[in-house]
C-alpha cells in the first residue's frame, strides 16, 4: 500500500467499518473519537497494528493524508471548526455525512486554503456488505490525482464509485432516502399509537407486508440522527416530506368520502406517470410476493387480508406531484429505497392488485383507525421537519424506538437476510 495515512475523525458505526476496511487493506489508520469513548476504543483496536487510535481531531488531522469527519450531521459544523485549522499542509479532507450541504459548508469556511476536499459517501448502513452498493464521491476542491488517491483507499469496499457534485447528491438522496424514511417512521409512529406490534396482526403477515414491517425496524432500530440529519439538514428534504404528507392526507380524504372515480383517477394518473404502459407478460419486476412471504415476524394467516396500501399509494402519488422518476436515481439508492421501490412497482403493475387496494380504500373501513394515525403520523413527521425541530424529532423517534426496542434482534436478523437475498435477485436480473 501507499504511504498515506488516513485519518478517521468519529470512531462510531460507519466510522469503525471504514477503519477496518481500509487497514484491512495495507492502508495505516489515525482515528478518534470523543475522550469517554477513547479507552473502549483503544482496547477494541489493540491488535490491530494498521490502527492507532489518538488522543483528539487535532492528532488525527496534523498526521493524515485524507481525513473523514464521520460524526453527526449535526455536528459537523462544531467539529470541523475544531479541527479543521489542525489539517495537515496540503492534506486532503471528506466526509461521511448523509446530508452534503451543511459538511461542504463546514470546509469552507474552517479548512485552510491549501486543503483539498474530496468528500463520500456510502449509500447503506454500517450492516450491509458495502460490495456493489454505491459510493458516491465528490471531487469539491481537489485536482485529479487526488480524486484517484481517495477511489485508490477506498477500492478495497469494492463498492460502485458514483462521481456527483455535492448540490446533486443532497437532490437525489431527498428524493430517495428522505422521503422514503418518512413513510417507515409513519407507520412505525402508526402501529406505536394504535399500540400494535404488527407482526401479530393478520393484516400485516405476509408478502410485501414483511417489508414494510422489516424496514420500519431497521429504522428504528438505527440512530435518530442519521435520520434527522438527513431530513431537517438536507435542503432539497422537506418539500419532498411535504408532499409525501399531502399525498397521504388527499388520499385519505377520498377514501374516508368514498370519492372512488375521483380517488381511481389519480391513482391511475399517478401510475402512467411514474411507471408508463401496463406491464407484458415477459417483463419481470423487481421483487416476487412468495419470495418476501419468508421474512415473516409472525405466523401468516390462512388467507390474506387486504390492505389498501395507502403508503404505497400516496409514495406514487408524491413522485407524480414532483416530477419523480424513482428509476432515475437506483445508480445512487440504498438497499431500502429500492425494497421500497420494489414493494411499490410490485402493487402498481399488478393490475388486479392495485384493483383491490382502490376497492379496498373505497369500500373497507374496517381499518380506518389505522389509517388516521398513519395520516396524523406522516403529517407530524413532516411539521417537525419543516419546522427544523432536531429535538422534537429525537423525542418521537426515541420514544417509538423503545415500544419497538424488545423485538429489533430479531428484526434485524430477519431483516438482513431479506435484504441479502433480495439484493442478489436484483443483481443477477442486472437492475442493480
Ligand atoms: N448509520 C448509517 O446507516 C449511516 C450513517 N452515515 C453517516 O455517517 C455519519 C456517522 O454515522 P454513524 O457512524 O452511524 O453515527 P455514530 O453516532 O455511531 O458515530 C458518530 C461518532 O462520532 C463521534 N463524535 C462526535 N463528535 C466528535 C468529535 N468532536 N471528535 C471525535 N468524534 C466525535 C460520536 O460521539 P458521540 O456519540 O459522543 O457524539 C460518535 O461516536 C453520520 O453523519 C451519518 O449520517 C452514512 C451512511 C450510513
Ligand atoms: O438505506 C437507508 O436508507 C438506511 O436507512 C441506511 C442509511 C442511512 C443513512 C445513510 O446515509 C445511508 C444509508
Known sequence: MGDAVVGIIGMGDMGKMYAKRISNAGWRVHACDVREKHTALKAEFADNSNVSILDNGHLVARSSDWIMYSVEAKNINAVVAAYGPSTKWGAIVG???????????????????????????????????????????????????????????LSC??????????????????????????????????????????????????????????????????????????????PAARAQIRQYATSVTELFKLMQGHHRKEFTQRVHAARAAVFGEPRKDDEELLLQDELLDKFSLGEKPASRVKNNHLSLLA???????????????????????????????????????????????????????DD????????????????GNMEGYRQRFEMIQKYFEPRF????????????????????????
Request: aromatic residues 8%; charged residues 20%.
Open 372 to 387: 388516521v394515525e398513519f395520516t396524523i403520523a406522516a403529517r407530524d413527521w413532516s411539521e417537525r421537519v419543516s419546522l
Open 315 to 369: 409514495i406514487v402519488d408524491c413522485w407524480w406531484h414532483l416530477k419523480i422518476n424513482p428509476y432515475d436515481h437506483m445508480i445512487c439508492s440504498t438497499p431500502l429505497f429500492r425494497l421500497w421501490l420494489g414493494i411499490t412497482e410490485y402493487v402498481y403493475r399488478n393490475p388486479d392488485l392495485l384493483d383491490e387496494c382502490i376497492d379496498t380504500a373505497i369500500e373497507d373501513d374496517t381499518f380506518r383507525g
Open 157 to 234: 469496499m469494492e463498492s460502485k464509485f458514483v462521481p456527483l457534485s455535492a448540490e446533486m447528491h443532497d437532490r437525489i438522496t431527498a428524493d430517495t432516502q428522505a422521503v422514503t424514511h418518512a413513510a417507515f417512521l409513519s407507520m412505525g409512529a402508526a402501529w406505536q399509537a394504535n399500540n400494535q406490534f404488527p407482526w401479530e396482526l393478520p393484516r400485516y403477515i405476509g408478502g410485501i407486508e414483511n417489508v414494510k414491517i422489516n424496514l420500519m425496524m431497521r429504522i428504528y432500530s438505527n440512530k435518530w440522527h442519521v435520520y434527522a440529519g438527513l431530513a431537517i439538514l438536507n
Open 95 to 153: 466526509g461521511q455525512t448523509s446530508t452534503k450541504a451543511p459538511e461542504i459548508a463546514a470546509f469552507e469556511q474552517h479548512l485552510p486554503e491549501d486543503v483539498q476536499i474530496v468528500s463520500c459517501h456510502s449509500l447503506h448502513g454500517p450492516g450491509v456488505n458495502p460490495k456493489g452498493q454505491p459510493l458516491v464521491i465528490i471531487k469539491h476542491r481537489a485536482t485529479q490525482q487526488s480524486v484517484e488517491l481517495v477511489e485508490t483507499i
Open 409 to 432: 434482534g430479531e428484526a434485524n436478523k430477519v431483516g438482513n437476510e431479506m435484504i441479502r437475498t433480495i439484493e442478489e435477485g436484483l443483481r443477477s436480473k442486472k437492475k442493480v
